[in-house]
């Protein structure tokens, strides 16, 4: 037994009564040759992923040389050539591009002030697939605290007016503060078209008391009203103006466009399987970011994190026994256009796809696995263990934004889930920066999911 | 004695070792009743300043109701106004404004970019009394690792050229990284034009790693050359550009205007003192603030504490001996036009002047009083060492921006140096809000001014 084998071999004694073994005897028998073969590459590439600098290098590249890249924009074609040529040299046993196709959602202005005696400029970004103001508005701002009590107003209060939306994000290091309140957003712009308001602002979903505005996709519908994010401090200040006691007027100046021919590709690599090569493990992140940031958290840390993790597995020179698929989606932020022609593309193999995730939630660490299969969890938890990965269900994981329509085409999935403390600070900002994602979280990342592919793709 | 005048009392005894009071007897004899009951009243309005919430409630009005308010503008007025009426409503004896004149540098449009095949946006923001760009100019960045290897280099390499000049701001409780970086603003313009660039990005002089970029003025010339500033995520990237070996090329544009006849005023309040009434004791704050964030912490902070600290000292029955003259200075930030004008307009009376000092430094608490006589450092220092309050001499003190030009004159200063760890993270940038000011902060400079100002008046 190697040293990697005989401390693996350890972990799995001090942790076995976690995992419900009846018995040292049994376990010994769980643990035939090629498993233990198996958790010792596993815990080798574990312990590689811990040591690499690559996620931290692709992402730096990736946010210094191509920076924003909005699918369908000239950035975003220059992101598709990096990851093409970075997967090209990655080890991998193939590597394509499939077209995808989507309307692009484009900004150009916005601007935003409270005009009258209190004049001054409020900081708005606006949402995707808001409409434009066709040069300035005003309005009366009128306030509701979330998007249930705006559901409820009268048309007669919202006619017209400006409806600003108040409600908060909590912080949480699951992300259920955010959960919570994107409904706000998909929501808030069907209901300020259907009660005839004249723009919508909503406070930002994000959790920084910095004054980044906070842009993500509104829900695409014809004619759109204006709809745009306030920053924290200043929907402050919008709460604090509206208490001094007399109406409150904002001008608002919008401009955004749609190109209907938007295109981009989801780029795919893949090292085939040795026995059962059309089993298809898939991992996945996006290459296309938002436009304010360099989208470095959102979503260069998953890039860095997936691709660095594969080239592990790949660097090996036994290919596992089967396929594992890297998915680059071309466009999640304007609505998982990437991931849902990924799967109309490929919906005749999609009984093999045996489980996919998604690492698209910065670069915090991973605190907890979540699968719903024990026999998953009791193979690999004691390697996931020493990363400080618990294991859980609840709530049932989607695997992730892109890995939704797989999900929904019948597809497992598991997701390695990372600490989002922080993750809301930054999102969908300008503020989105290499500088804000953290080298150590991604090394253990890597480690993560190197463990967890390899394991899925031999068991 | 009363318990006020009993605790004062017991901390002179327990704090004379660092002030070289020969012997109880002495002391005894130095604490004459007059002084007794001043210390019973300063200790009281230490108390109270401790207690009160009227900086805060200053601030917030502010900079709600105005904002930004940038010398000279439509919102400067509406500040005028605003401390024209709180002062009036203050207890004070006197309120008057004094007019004063200058150019107003304004901002119109700031962008910039990478062009070529790194292409992307870069956050900046440009400098007051920078040129504009007339239309977007293209240019190849040449950097620089500070001012002085800027001035070192030749025409060759800079003539035409956009000069990065990346020297960074250290942070630090004293201010010193800015005192240290900030002759990069206002010599960095000069050695642009003299030496031929197109135009001149520095680093943001802040030590913030959020993606705002940091404005102040530089020295006003003819024909500036367009300058600006990198946020330091922005400015961090440009390293990283540079570094990848091919020729940076950033494209640029910059509008601005200068209108010559801006007009504002000092807006002055006064406590008439009983005895030499002519005899005064100043303390300043500045009313203007830059025009991108709402001039929370530079300097509503500074306004909010001398007036809710001068409002204490009103607010007493009995007039201090000597007058306490509280200046809201009119134009700070673009050059000290306020406090040059008050200079001039009170020439005839500088020599009566008998203390002069500033609050310009955010809601950071004072931790040490800045003063070279003894007498007063003996006299004042046991009421400050309860708030935490040590006292120093070294480097001898500006006592503020807009005292410098009355220290000039020949007025003694002191400063309450407080705590800037954090103070250039929001200085000078769209981030300095409401919410990164300190409320207890706020309390502590209150009470440390009502003191301080109402011994130096009654001494």
Do not use: C
């Not at 998909?186 to 959790?207: H, N, P």
């Not at 990372?418 to 979280?441: I, N």
């Amino acid at each position: 037994m190697s040293g990697y084998g005989f401390r693996v071999f350890f972990v799995l004694l001090l942790l076995q009564p976690l995992y419900v073994f009846a018995s040292a005897e049994s376990q010994n028998q769980a643990i035939d040759s090629n498993t233990k073969t198996l958790i010792e590459t596993a815990t080798l590439l574990r312990e590689q992923g811990l040591q690499s600098d690559r996620a931290w290098s692709l992402v730096e590249a990736l946010t210094t040389q191509v920076g924003p890249r909005l699918a369908g924009t000239e950035a975003n074609e220059r992101a598709v050539a990096w990851a093409k040529s970075v997967l090209e040299k990655g080890g991998f046993d193939r590597v394509w591009l499939e077209p995808i196709a989507f309307p692009i959602w484009l900004r150009h202005q916005e601007k935003a002030r409270v005009i009258g005696d209190y004049a001054q400029p409020l900081a708005i970004t606006a949402l995707g697939y808001s409409g434009s103001t066709e040069g300035e508005i005003k309005g009366e701002v009128v306030r509701f605290e979330n998007l249930q009590q705006f559901e409820k107003a009268s048309k007669a209060a919202v006619k017209n007016k400006i409806v600003f939306v108040n409600q908060t994000t909590a912080r949480a290091k699951d992300g259920s503060g955010y959960g919570n309140s994107v409904p706000l957003r998909y929501k808030g712009s069907i209901v300020a078209k259907e009660k005839g308001a004249a723009a919508l602002l909503i406070r930002s979903l994000g959790t920084s008391h910095h004054r980044f505005p906070h842009t993500g996709a509104t829900t695409r519908i014809e004619s759109p009203v204006p709809a745009a994010a306030l920053s924290n401090p200043d929907a402050d200040q919008l709460v604090r103006l509206l208490a001094l006691g007399k109406p409150i007027y904002v001008a608002l100046d919008i401009s955004v466009s749609i190109q209907k021919q938007g295109k981009s590709f989801n780029v795919i690599a893949q090292i085939d399987g040795a026995s059962e090569p059309e089993k298809i493990i898939l991992m996945g992140a996006h290459l296309d970011s938002w436009d304010l940031g360099t989208g470095a958290i959102d979503d260069g840390a998953g890039v860095g994190i997936t691709v660095a993790a594969a080239e592990l597995i790949a660097s090996q020179v036994k290919r596992p026994k089967r396929s594992i698929r890297l998915v680059l989606f071309g466009n999640e932020e304007q609505g998982l256009w990437g991931a849902k022609q990924y799967v109309e593309a490929h919906k005749d193999e999609m009984a093999n796809h045996v489980y996919a995730s998604e690492s698209d939630f910065g670069a915090g660490k991973v605190w907890r696995f979540d699968v719903e299969d024990t026999a998953v969890q009791v193979l690999i938890m004691p390697l996931l263990s020493p990363l400080g990965i618990d294991v859980g269900v609840e709530p049932p994981t989607s695997g992730g934004p892109d890995i939704k329509p797989l999900k929904k085409a019948g597809v497992n999935v598991f997701r390695l889930k990372q600490d989002g403390t922080d993750y809301f600070d930054f999102h969908h900002t300008a503020d989105d920066t290499l500088d804000k994602v953290d080298p150590e979280g991604l090394k253990q990342n890597v480690a993560a999911w190197a463990v967890v592919m390899y394991m899925l793709a031999n068991r």
